[in-house]
């Protein structure tokens, strides 16, 4: 199993920036890949926003490109996604939701984190 904490969220104005973090613990050695997706308005599809896989290969969604950075830091027993925000837009508003792909191909989510781009 692999537990997932997610933090980070919250109101900023646009133009401004935030940083969300993950941080997964349990089986971390089974992580292929670690991710944030978003879901705006609630019931749509959760969309990608950017992935970073054990050989810290980006792929960075072209909406968020130039804007949004992936990074992780791996420690003995966790593993930190960060997701560094900048020059964020009112349509970046969303819940975001962190991902982690281990053991083939098992999907654990994280509860969320709202993000909230007042214009």
């Known amino acids: 199993q692999v537990q997932l904490v997610e933090s980070g969220g919250g109101l900023v104005q646009a133009g401004g920036s935030l940083r969300l973090s993950c941080v997964a613990s349990g089986r971390i050695f089974g992580i292929s890949s670690m991710a944030w997706y978003r879901q705006a308005p609630p019931g749509h599809e959760r969309e990608l926003v950017a992935r970073i896989t054990r050989d810290a290969l980006t792929t960075v969604a072209d909406s968020v490109k130039g804007r949004f950075t992936i990074s992780r830091d791996n420690a003995k027993d966790t593993v930190t996604v960060n997701l560094q925000m900048s020059s964020l837009k009112p349509e970046d508003t969303a819940d975001y939701y962190c991902?982690?792909?281990?053991?083939?191909?098992?999907?654990?989510w994280g509860e969320g984190t709202l993000v909230t781009v007042s214009s």
């Open positions: 991902a982690v792909v281990h053991d083939g191909a098992k999907y654990t």
